[in-house]
């Protein structure tokens, strides 16, 4: 049985699920970043320059793929087949397209003048940074009871279909959504941690996707996250995709608070899956899907209390009232 990682997976086209525009910018930005600030080897220094990456080319691909999807349907529009609302929906389609165009091509420009700029004494400054073979990162823990990581497991099935108990049982640590599974939901709960007190830090995924084939994967997203029932933690509305959590990116889904978790309140998520093509099941492989609460200790019964992490200690989470009319 194969599987296929998404982080392994980005920037392929044919495996990467991740690849939405706001994903792609990003991972656009963080090479900018790297370059910016003279981690490129020497080696791939002229590469990076020239915007010949596999990061730079998703972000032109994406621009190809709109303008040709906006030209196939202005096509359709001028041959007068379609008419009246379906018009109307196509033209919405056509404007759609036009902004993922100039929403990608703003960030490649932005991404060429960063890289430009740089490029200008880029070699001198690549060496005298340590870039490459001078230059050492190691990762080292971060520190005690900081970044410590709770599994979520399933509570409650309701929003599976009649096909997937067999697969899923309530106490797993992931869910499994076999491709072609119409649309569903699950409650996915943090276990009752007693012996510590804790303040939330953030929540990371692991999402494979098992033998991968054609057609669009389905769309799963977070649609609630909070703690003993309480106000949502996202600060949208809706569904947020689980790409924005995915275990490995250099930054973290940012929350509308960082409360404290104390038995016997747990860490509660509403996940949500659906066909990404309207009307169609999806067949591009079943999703397994992992969650976790990131947590910094603050008190453990058995071990004490020690300085937390700057994110987690009460001045740097002060607030100030505002008023709102």
């Known amino acids: 049985m194969s599987s296929t990682d998404y982080l392994s997976a980005a920037f392929n086209p044919a495996t990467d699920y991740l690849g939405a525009d706001d994903h792609v910018i990003n991972a656009l930005y963080e090479e900018d970043e790297a370059f910016v600030m003279g981690m490129v080897p020497d080696d791939q220094f002229g590469a990076a320059a020239a915007g010949q990456t596999a990061r730079v080319q998703a972000a032109i691909n994406n621009i190809q ?15 007068g087949r379609v008419k009246g609302a379906a018009a109307a929906a196509v033209s919405a389609q056509v404007a759609q397209e036009a902004a993922r165009v100039a929403k990608l091509s703003q960030a490649v420009k932005t991404s060429q003048a960063r890289r430009a700029a740089k490029a ?8 005298v940074d340590g870039a490459g073979s001078l230059e050492y990162l190691v990762e080292a823990p971060p520190g005690v009871g900081r970044l410590d990581r709770i599994g979520f497991t399933i509570q409650n099935l309701g929003g599976l279909p ?7 049982a309530v106490g797993d640590p ?14 996915m709960a943090t276990p009752q941690i007693s012996w510590a007190v804790v ?8 999402r494979t ?58 860490a509660f998520l509403n996940v949500a899956w659906a066909n990404s093509i309207a009307g169609a099941n999806t ?6 899907v992992g969650f976790d609460l990131i947590v910094d200790v603050l008190a453990d019964d058995n071990f004490g209390a020690h300085l937390p992490g700057a994110y987690a200690r009460t001045d740097s989470l002060i607030r100030r009232p505002v008023g709102r009319r």
């Open 209 to 266: 996707i098992n033998n991968p084939g054609g057609g669009a994967p389905d769309l799963v997203q977070i649609t609630n996250f909070n703690i003993g029932g309480g106000a949502d933690l996202l600060i949208q509305q809706g569904g947020v995709d689980l790409a924005y959590f995915a275990s490995g990116l250099t930054t973290k889904v940012g929350l509308r608070d960082f409360p404290i978790l104390r038995s016997p309140n747990q």
């Open 174 to 187: 992931q869910i499994v959504i076999n491709a072609g599974t119409g649309a569903g939901n699950c409650v």
């Open 199 to 206: 303040r939330i830090v953030g929540v990371e995924i692991t």
């Open 120 to 127: 200008a004494g880029g070699t001198l400054g690549a060496k």
């Open 65 to 79: 793929a709109a303008k040709m999807k906006a030209a196939g349907l202005q096509k359709a529009l001028a041959s």
């Open 283 to 288: 067949t591009a492989g079943d999703h397994i």
């Open 162 to 168: 009649v096909a997937a108990p067999a697969i899923n």
